[in-house]
Each structure stands twice: as C-alpha cells, then as structure tokens.
C-alpha cells in the first residue's frame, strides 16, 4: 500500500509565528476590520433615532465593546474555533461534524442539515452585501474630500468591484503577499486614529462598564433590541474566523485578534464616539472625520485597498464553501479551478464568481449609498452566526460530551445573544434585507433539491438492478466474448451491476479482461491520506471493487489514484484503460418523490451539472458515455 505524502493534516502553513499572524490577519480579518467604516455612522444617522449625547454615545459605545468581547473573544475564539474537523473550519464541516454527532438520533440529524444548508445559504448572501457595503462606504470619503463627487460615488465602486471579479481567475498569490501588510497598516491607523480621538475625550472610556449598555436598554426600552440591528454591523465578518480556520490554525488567528485587531477596533470605535461628544454633526460620518483634513485622501486611498482585501476574503470563502458542498453533495459539481501550483486552498469557481459579481452590481445600483445597504445588511450574518451556534452545541453535548452543567449555561447565553441580534435584524427584510434572505432561500431550495433528487435517482435506478453475484454467476456459465484491457465503470452501488455494463454487453456484447466497479466515496472529513484512499476486493472472473475514499477539501484524480494502486491483477496504463460513464435524462413524473416542480428543476440541474468526465479527470480519449432515461 502506497503511503501518504501528507497524513490528511489541515495542511496549516509552517511559517514563523509573526509570518502566519500576518497572514491572518490580512485573510481572516479584513470584513471585521472596514466595519468601523459604517458602524456608528449607521448607528447614529440610520434612522434608529438614538441621541448623540453623553448617555447615547456611551450606550452605544458599551454595546459595541460587549458584544465583540462576547461574541467574538468568548464565543468564536473560546468555544467554535476549537470545533474544528480536522483543522477545517466553516459552516459546511461543522455541519459535517455536527451530522456525526447525531447519527443515532435521525430527527436531530436532520435538523442539523436543514441548519447548516441554512448558514451556509445565507453565506452566500453575505458574500454578495459584504464587498458593495464595504467599498461604497470607503470610496463615500471621497465626498469630503472634492464637492461634486456624489454622482461619481456608485460608477467608481462599480469599476472597482467589477475589476475585483475579473482579476479572480488568474488567482491572488502575488497580490495575496501584500495583504498581511497592507491589514496590519490598516488597523495600525485605526488604532492612531481612534488613540487620538480617545485623548481628546477621555470619557468615552467608562463605556468598558457593561451597565452603560444596561443603562441604554432601560432609558430606551422600545430602541433597545432595534438599536441591535445595527450594532451587530461591528460584528460582520466574525463567521470568516471560523470558516478560514483551515488557512492559519486556531493560535495564529486568536493571537491577531487578541494582540492587534481587538485593540485597534475598540480604540478606533471609541476614537469615534469622543468625536461625536464633540461634534455631533460628525454623525455623517465619524470615521473619515476623524481625522485630519490633511490626511483624508490617503486614508480613502487605505480603506479602499482594505474593503478590496475584505471583498476578496469573503469571495474566496465562498469558493472555498462550494467546493466543499460539492464534495458533501449538496451542490451540482463544478469545474474547480486550482489558481496556485503551491496553495491547495487558492481555487476558482467561475459560475460561483459571476453569479456574486451580478448580485453585488445589482445592490450596488439598488441601493447607491452605504447606508442604505447597511440598513439591510445584518440579516444573513447574524442568520449564519445563529445556525453555527446551533451546530455547535450538538457538538459540544454530543460529539465532545462536555458536561451539560458547563456547557448549557454557555450555549444559552450564546443562543439568547445571537438570537437577539438575529430578531433585531428581521424588520430589515422588509427594509431592503430581502435581497441576501431571497438569495438564501433560492439557494437553500437548490441544494435541498439536489440532495433529495440525488438520493431519489439512486433508488430509481436501483430498483431494476441486477445483484452483482447473480450476474458473475451468469456469465461464469455462459461466457461472453472478452477483450483486452481494464474496463472501469463508475458506479455509486457497490453490490449491483451498473447500468453502463449491462448497455455495452447489450450493445456491443463483449467483456473485458478485467472489468473495475469504481465508487468514490466522500468523507465527513477534510482530507483523506492516500494510506485510507483505497479498498480493492476480487470477485473472481476478471471482476474487482474499487472504492476511492475522498475528503471534501480533497480533489479527486480518478486516473491518478489508481495509478497508485498497485496490484499484480490489475493493469490501469493510460492505453489499456477505458472508463464507462452512465449519463441519466431525469424525467419528471407522478410517482412519489419530490413535488413536480422540484422534479423539474433537478432535471434541470442534473442537465447542466459539470460531468463525471471532467470532475474526476478522466482522460477524454479513454471515456465512453452511455445514456438512460430515469422516471422520477
């Protein structure tokens, strides 16, 4: 047996500690970090109706500190970040995790897909709100810079976040070194800025009392939970934490948040909140005049190239995201290109990409203003942050089994945080939030389809089966003619014959000399090291079972892999090869399944679905389709 170049580890860097917390925070940190860019301006100009006074300022302030302190420090850094599969993080492998947990309790299994499909739609509408909010909101500095400059605002973000989406296929390894740097400089003045606005008015440190956050509630009983919707705006990006955990490991990403990033944005928010006691008039936008006239130009020039960095994290989470339902089978398969001969993380989606690009136009000529985008951004990040907390704690009780006595206390006050947060931001729906929520949806109905027709279409086709020993009896009394070489029919049964083998003995009635039923199998987790990869069992009669096992950050290499699988019996060269592919036309129909209309839409689907051919690499000349309508 071939032993494995790498042992299915995360494949997290070797660099030196400095190396991999600039990386970090460059990747990980750059959604989180342009918030300062809209929060308080959302807060105190979003029609919320909260008073820029010594109270309100300090209220908000206090709410702000709290809940990056709870959500972020404690929840993410404490709790989900150590729910890792192994070293994977985002919302599709703790949903893998998640569904191990509960395989013996199927109604709360199927509660924890319905939950992760959920998170992870709702992703995807956050990966569309996140780049048109950030650079909208950095290039709006302009307008404080040059008089006349409103018009102008929409058509510049428009080239710089169409030019974003162009420049993805040809990868961002070289322009990806600069990012560290670039984020670390960012939050560096961040941090300057928000330092001199705090030694200006001191006072804006009492907001570290929580009971100034208190204080608000009881003042503004009826502002309260609505004041939330905006708040949790410090907070977007804080599921890119978890779902890059795969790049960096825990420590790296804990320490950026703990030395640099918490520091800075505190700092920056409160830097804020000390000019607006000065200025209330700042409102309109505390974060570019907090700073020198002197300086306003280079610092749009800074957030841009930050919100830039911001988009692309969150562009490339979404890569990543689809690659790994694909693998889980929730999404029809794609072609995945790898845009780094070093980087196994770095890949390209097309259809993925020009699906946000148009999404992300369309907001951004939708709604024209970073605040009004603001005012509908919040519903899909704290939608996901809620489903990952549900995720986690059916790990927590039942894959780690903590004791509920510790754990409980804990997942409640982290549902009760997250579910009022997720409640403050449904009015946005009808507010202009129904954009990533109607994405979500659409999406969420794409995979559950998906899933369900794949399950359907197995079992349609199963029911007129032929058992594989009854077949390998047959023919042992009645051989048929045989042929040189090795036959290799991909099948996803195990213990029947393919559909694919029977048509070409119907058609074209000879066997090979060693016939291959290939099934590729794909694990609950990351990576399977190439020591696990295979399971070869004889039937006798020149027929063998293959069984290639793959995880769903893996790239499955059919050709490749049994080219590694060296026995005496088989023969997989290239020339003597050839792979039978069964391509099935789903016809909608009336027996129980689906409704009809999601019938169709599979149909569809499975039409337009990449192939098995490209998918798994097989070599084009070598591959032979046969095709079989399927009622469903």
């Known amino acids: 047996m071939v032993q494995a170049s790498s042992d299915g580890s995360s494949g997290h860097s070797t660099a030196r500690p400095i190396g991999m917390l600039v990386a970090a925070v460059g990747v990980v940190y750059g959604d989180i970090g342009t918030s300062p860019l809209y929060t308080l301006k959302e807060v105190f100009s979003g029609g919320y109706g909260v008073p820029i006074s010594h109270d309100g300022v300090l209220g908000i302030l206090s709410l702000i500190f709290w809940s990056l302190i709870w959500v972020v420090s404690i929840k993410y850094m404490l709790f989900v970040l150590r729910a890792d599969n192994q070293g994977e993080g985002g919302i599709m492998a703790l949903t893998a995790l998640a569904t191990r947990a509960t395989a013996a309790l199927p109604r709360l299994r199927a509660l924890m897909v319905v939950c992760g499909l959920a998170g992870a739609a709702l992703f995807y509408g956050d990966s569309m709100i996140t780049p048109a909010v950030s650079v909208l909101s950095a290039i709006e500095g302009m307008e404080l810079a040059f008089d006349g400059l409103e018009r102008w605002v929409v058509p510049m973000a428009l080239v710089v976040l169409v030019a974003l989406f162009l420049i993805q296929k040809h990868g961002t390894q070289r322009i990806g070194k600069l990012f560290g740097p670039v984020m670390v400089v960012w939050f560096l003045v961040l941090g300057l800025l928000g330092a001199y606005g705090v030694y200006q008015h001191p006072e804006v440190l009492k907001a570290f009392n929580p009971m100034w956050a208190v204080r608000f509630f009881i003042v503004h009983p009826g502002m309260g939970v609505a004041i939330l919707g905006a708040v949790v705006l410090a907070l977007t990006g804080a599921e890119a934490l978890y779902a890059d955990m795969g790049h960096f490991g825990r420590k790296p990403i804990a320490r950026a948040w703990f030395i640099l990033v918490l520091p800075a944005l505190v700092l920056n928010y409160f830097g804020q909140g000390g000019l607006l006691l000065e200025n209330p008039e700042a409102a309109r936008n505390p974060f570019f005049l907090l700073a020198p006239g002197w300086a306003l130009v280079p610092l749009v020039a800074l957030s841009t190239l930050a919100t830039v960095i911001a988009s692309q994290a969150v562009i490339s989470g979404a890569f990543s995201l689809t690659q790994q339902a694909i693998q889980l089978g929730y999404i029809p398969r794609m072609h995945i290109q790898h845009t780094s001969s070093s980087e196994q993380g770095q890949i390209y989606i097309g259809a993925v990409n020009w699906a946000l690009m148009v999404g992300v136009v369309l907001l951004v000529i939708g709604f024209e203003s970073s605040g009004a985008l603001a005012s509908a951004y919040g519903v899909a990040v704290t939608g996901t942050m809620l489903m990952t907390t549900i995720l986690v704690s059916a790990v927590m009780l039942l894959l780690w089994k903590w004791p509920p006595v510790l754990a409980v206390p804990v997942l409640l006050g982290c549902l009760l945080v997250d579910g009022l947060f997720f409640a403050a931001n449904v009015p946005k729906i009808i507010q202009g939030g129904a954009f990533p929520v109607l994405a979500g949806t659409v999406l969420f109905i794409l995979m559950t389809t998906w899933k369900r027709g794949k399950q359907l279409l197995v079992e349609r086709i199963d029911e007129g089966g032929l058992p594989l020993p009854i077949f390998i009896g047959s023919i042992s009394v009645q051989p048929p003619h045989r042929v040189q070489g090795t036959a290799v029919f991909l099948t996803a049964r195990s213990d029947a014959v393919p559909h694919a083998l029977l048509h070409n003995m119907l058609h074209n009635q000879v066997l090979h000399e060693q016939v291959v039923l290939l099934t590729v199998v794909n694990e609950d987790t990351p990576r399977v090291p190439l ?37 005496p019996d088989l023969d997989f060269s290239p020339m003597r090869t050839t792979y039978f592919l069964s391509r099935e ?9 689906m409704a009809r209309w999601r019938e169709q839409l599979f149909a569809f689907m499975l039409k337009n679905a990449n192939g098995n051919l490209r998918f798994f690499k097989l070599p084009v000349n070598r591959v032979i389709e046969l095709g079989t309508q399927v009622e469903m």
Do not use: N, W
């Open 531 to 567: 020591a696990r990869r295979f399971e070869v069992q004889s039937y006798g009669e020149g027929f063998f079972r293959v069984i290639l096992h793959y995880g769903f950050m893996d790239e499955p290499d059919v050709p490749a892999a049994l080219a590694l699988c060296d026995l």
């Open 585 to 593: 036309t789903v016809i909608a129909s009336k027996l129980a399944g």
